[in-house]
């Protein structure tokens, strides 16, 4: 067996020299990303010591894209993803690099880490529509399944490989590395997304003051199209209630489990594990039949595993927990993508997309910030239970309608194919 057939989809999609590019680019700072995260989640923790500012920051961190993603999905529209996507990383490598100085000098503080963080929010608000976006352009419509699979569990390699580094460059070179890193990989991702080779962004010589049209018309076309429609209902639940508890793992492995950074690295490596492992298979897998069902059940289970995350204090069944967390949530993410990506006219596409992601950006960002603060008054578990048990209720609704709307989802790429 050569290795095209072995490994499917993913060989397709990287087999063209534009995705391949953008996806190493894509891998090197995603770990520079997700070492950022941990050592920013840990140094919130020793600044404080309190669940709630562990909830403000990733508030900072995430919230900004829920507000400014319908602004940044119809700018990308009108002037182009790449140009879009410089400015964004220009942005967050220097609010990186910022951060990792004042570090380095001792002179940072909860506030301050709280304003560059929420800098580096706006960024990614318009930075991820972008990046998401140029799939698109970068691969055949038929290998368009594997791209986004591959880039998801991109994003979760990162975080089974990110734990790693971040001990490493914690324990040998000081926390300020964490951050400075992250700005040397959004330099190393700018050159590779420059280097891609495009078709020429259509002119647009409408008004600027089209765009709020331009909003309100992928606002309207979203909520009116049954199956996005549907799409954004069940990802409320894996956004709002299972998200969060990332950044609340530094509060869980000191306070719950008594652990201190290893216990941060061993919980987040645990769930890119589960992320890695079953985010490999769909981008092999490659196809959009059966993705609806793939959706509705991964929600469910994510919710199950992580109650049994929240509801346990012995740490090898965290452990377990949270690896199961991993698998499902990728699965869930990979699926929602793919049928909204397969869907979606592509004149409306990035502002969808933009939508789709500040859910996924905004609403991990509200959660953090109310378990957070539940977490400071009655406890870090207690909050996380109550909310699985009224996330399957939730999910109980909203899997419904995603199911109802299957065929419609599935067949799209079959319709273009024709």
Request: glycine share 10%; net charge neutral; charged share 10%.
């Amino acid at each position: 067996m050569n290795l095209k057939t072995a490994f499917g989809g993913i060989s397709q999609a990287l087999g063209k020299r534009n995705y391949r590019y953008y996806w190493i680019g894509t891998f090197v700072s995603i770990l520079g990303f997700w070492v950022h995260k941990l050592a920013l989640g840990w140094l919130t923790w020793e600044l404080t010591s309190s669940p709630f500012w562990l909830g403000i920051v990733g508030f900072s961190a995430l919230f900004p894209s829920f507000i400014l993603a319908p602004f940044a999905g119809a700018i990308a529209d009108k002037f182009g993803m790449r140009l879009v996507a410089n400015y964004a990383i220009i942005l967050s490598g220097v609010s990186a690099f910022l951060l990792g100085a004042l570090v380095y000098l001792d002179a940072t503080s909860i506030e301050i880490v709280c304003v560059l963080t929420l800098v580096q929010g706006m960024a990614l608000a318009f930075d991820l529509p972008a990046r998401q976006g140029l799939v698109y352009y970068l691969v055949e419509r038929e290998n368009l399944s594997s791209a986004i699979a591959l880039n998801t569990t991109t994003f979760h390699i990162g975080a089974f490989i990110g734990p790693a580094l971040f001990g490493l460059v914690v324990r040998f070179m000081g926390m300020e590395w964490a951050f400075l890193i992250n700005a040397v990989t959004f330099i190393f991702f700018f050159f590779c997304l420059n280097t891609l080779v495009l078709p020429e962004h259509p002119s647009d010589r409408r008004s600027n003051l089209r765009i709020t049209e331009d909003i309100l018309e992928g606002i309207r076309y979203a909520l009116n199209h049954p199956g996005i429609r549907s799409l954004f209902i069940i990802a409320v639940l894996p956004h709002l209630f299972i998200r969060p508890f990332i950044d609340l793992l530094p509060g869980f492995s000191a306070d719950v489990f008594g652990k201190g950074t290893e216990g941060v690295a061993i919980l987040a490596g645990s769930f890119g594990l589960g992320s890695l492992l079953l985010g490999i298979c769909l981008a092999v897998r490659g196809k959009t039949d059966g993705l609806a069902r793939v959706n509705v059940i991964s929600v469910l289970m994510a919710t199950l595993f992580l109650l049994g995350f929240a509801a346990t204090n012995i740490f090898w069944f965290a452990m377990i927990s949270v690896f199961g967390v991993g698998m499902s949530i990728i699965a869930s993410a990979v699926a929602n993508q793919s049928l909204i990506q397969n869907t979606v006219d592509p004149d409306k596409r990035g502002r969808v997309i933009s939508l789709s992601t500040g859910l996924a950006v905004g609403l991990p960002a509200i959660g953090s910030l109310t378990l957070g603060a539940l977490g400071e008054k009655f406890g870090l578990q207690a909050p996380v239970i109550v909310c699985m048990l009224i996330g399957i209720i939730y999910w109980s609704f909203a899997a419904r309608g995603v199911m109802s709307q299957a065929p419609a989802l599935e067949n799209i790429q079959d319709q273009f194919n024709q």
